[in-house]
């Protein structure tokens, strides 16, 4: 079967991709052709968080274990601190705390929150999900593969073209909210 080192970065490729699904459908989710699947969208944004966050703990536990590059606790918890790809790393580290403070200020403290700021600290994610994709690219062993290589592609393409379709949502709204309050002035 698979050794402990093959299991980090099978566990790493889970984490990318179920954090890149849960980006995704979260930026989807108000498109207004697909208004209609807006809770099911809302429920694969959230699952697939959680099963990111999931294989991401495996990821790092796995690290602390593992006999060809160990790793140890303080260099998964202190960004710059690894001995091995010290920037790398950090780009995994500080895009795993900008993940968790997203899901815990989502699932735990949204009904306190004011909207604005919680909606500030959830766009964090996509300079999170930008770490995370650099960190994979350039850490990773596999890289060298081409069918992962245009698996990076893809879910970077993606990512570029609904973030693209949610800032033109946003945009059209707003003209068309300034349109209607000019009109009801005057
Ligand atoms: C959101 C956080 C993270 C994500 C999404 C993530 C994802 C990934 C991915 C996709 C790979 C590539 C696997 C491969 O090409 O074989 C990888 C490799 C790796 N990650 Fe992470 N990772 C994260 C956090 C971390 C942290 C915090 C550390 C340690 C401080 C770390 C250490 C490593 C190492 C050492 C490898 C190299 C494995 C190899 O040589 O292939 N990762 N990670």
Not at 51 to 66: E, S
Request: aromatic share 16%; glycine share 6%; hydrophobic share 50%.
């Amino acid at each position: 079967m698979f050794n402990t080192w093959e299991w980090i970065r099978i566990c790493g490729f889970l984490a990318y991709f179920y954090f890149t699904v849960s980006v995704i459908f979260g930026l989807l989710r108000k498109t207004p052709s697909i208004k209609k699947q807006k809770n099911l969208l809302f429920h694969l944004h959230l699952n697939a968080g959680w099963m990111g966050l999931l294989a991401l703990v495996v990821h790092v536990l796995l690290l602390l274990i593992d006999q060809y590059q160990p790793y140890q606790v303080k260099e998964i918890l202190l960004p710059f601190s690894a001995q091995y790809q010290p920037l790398l790393s950090a780009f995994g580290t500080i895009s795993i705390y900008v993940f968790l403070v997203v899901i815990f200020t989502s699932d735990v403290l949204i009904g306190v929150m004011n909207r604005k700021v919680w909606k500030s600290i959830h766009f964090l994610v996509l300079p999170a999900w930008a770490l995370s994709f650099l960190h994979g690219v350039f850490i990773g062993t596999d890289t060298s593969n081409h069918l992962i290589q245009i698996f990076y592609i893809v879910t970077g393409s993606i990512i570029i073209i609904a973030g693209s379709i949610r800032v033109y949502g946003e945009y059209t709204k707003k003209s068309s909210q300034t349109v209607r309050t000019r009109r009801s002035r005057g």
